[in-house]
Every structure is written in C-alpha cells, then in structure tokens.
C-alpha cells in the first residue's frame, strides 16, 4: 500500500478555502484531494499495520522540531511560498499546481523524511500545491492555469529584486506550515476516494 506524506495549510487559512474551492469547482469526475505540498511519497508499506508508519512519523517530526529550535528560536517551521503563477504539469497528478518556493526548511525535512523511510526517489523535488488532477488535453490545461492564474496571486514583485526586502515585498500565496500528515494514498486509484488522513503531528 501507498502513503505519503503532506503539509496541510491549516483550514483556517484563507487559501486552503480557495484552493480547495477551485479543485472542486475544475475536479474532472469529481476527483477532489485536500489542499497539500506533499513532503514524500508514495512510501510503500506492505503490512495493514500502520503503526509502523505512524511511530516513524512521530519521530521524524520530533527531530525536524529540534534541528530547527536549533537554528529559530521561534520554533517555527515556517511559510510555504508560492512565487509564481500557476504551473502546467505532464502527469495525472501535476496537472496544474501552484509551485512553491524551495527553502532550506523544505529541503532538510524531506531529507529526514528520506532517511526515516528509507526511500530513494531519482526524481527532482518540485514541492507544488495541486490544483487538478487529470488527462487533460494542452490547450484544456493552459484554460485552467489562465484561470487558476485569475485566482491566485503570483508572489514576487517582478521590480524589485533587493533581498534584503524580500520578506516585505512578498506579495503572493502563501501559507505557514504547523503540521506534517500521514496519508494513505493508493497511486492506482486516480478517483482519490479511498485516501484517508491517517494521522497529523504538529510541527
């Protein structure tokens, strides 16, 4: 079986409703997924026991929870950005998303996340928000990025390129990330109706 690893904007948020909204509104035979940047997966886990899964989750979260007290007194895992309009995928599920920002962050917990589950994915990580699901056509995916484009802010403003003033003159979608969840997501099933929320463990 297949699980995978997710950061949810938390349902307050103001861009979980929407992106949520535009998935069920654009979903192609009613596939619809909760809104997500996954960590890692699919993680391949042959018993129906998850307890396995769920105590090296545990233990995953506890060890990004210290490395990064370590280096923000804040404690805080941080945001998740969005610096650029909506992306036009290649596959069923990187239809069209919302690409987000690589932070060292990002990249040092799904180096845990790689360690813990002991999986090796060849593939570059792309950390995206999905925003559909499905086998459109070309031109069917470029409607929905103008659409989704109508939607969601592009992040970055294009004038100004002082990084000193990044963080102020972020414009665009993002959302903080307080949580990693445990889900169960069987890649053969495209319809999404049998992936379940397992567990959530706050950052």
């Known amino acids: 079986m297949a699980y995978s690893l997710w950061l949810e904007p938390p349902t307050t948020d103001d861009l979980s409703s929407r992106v949520e909204n535009f998935i069920v509104e654009n979903a192609k035979n009613d596939v619809a997924f909760e809104p997500h940047v996954t960590l890692l997966g699919p993680i391949y886990h042959d018993s129906a026991d998850e307890s396995e899964l769920v105590a090296k989750t545990a233990r995953m979260v506890r060890e990004i929870q210290r490395e990064e007290g370590h280096k923000n007194k804040r404690r805080r895992f941080g945001e998740i950005r969005f610096p650029k309009g909506a992306q036009i ?11 987000a920002e690589v932070t060292m962050n990002l990249i040092r917990a799904r180096e845990k996340a790689i360690e813990t589950f002991d999986v090796r994915d060849a593939r570059r990580y ?19 990025t103008t659409k989704a484009d109508e939607v969601f802010r592009k992040a970055f403003s294009l004038f100004n390129t002082d990084e000193e003033n990044e963080d102020e003159n972020f414009t665009g979608e993002a959302f903080e990330a307080t949580s990693v969840s445990l889900w169960k997501t069987d ?7 049998s992936w379940r929320k397992i567990k959530e463990f706050p950052l």
Request: charged share 25%; with cysteine.
């Open 89 to 99: 995928g290649t596959t069923y599920f990187q239809c069209v998303y919302l690409e």
């Open 126 to 144: 792309v950390p995206h928000m999905s925003l559909v699901y499905g086998d459109y056509s070309r031109s069917e995916r470029v409607r929905l």
């Open 187 to 193: 890649v053969e099933d495209k319809s999404c109706k």
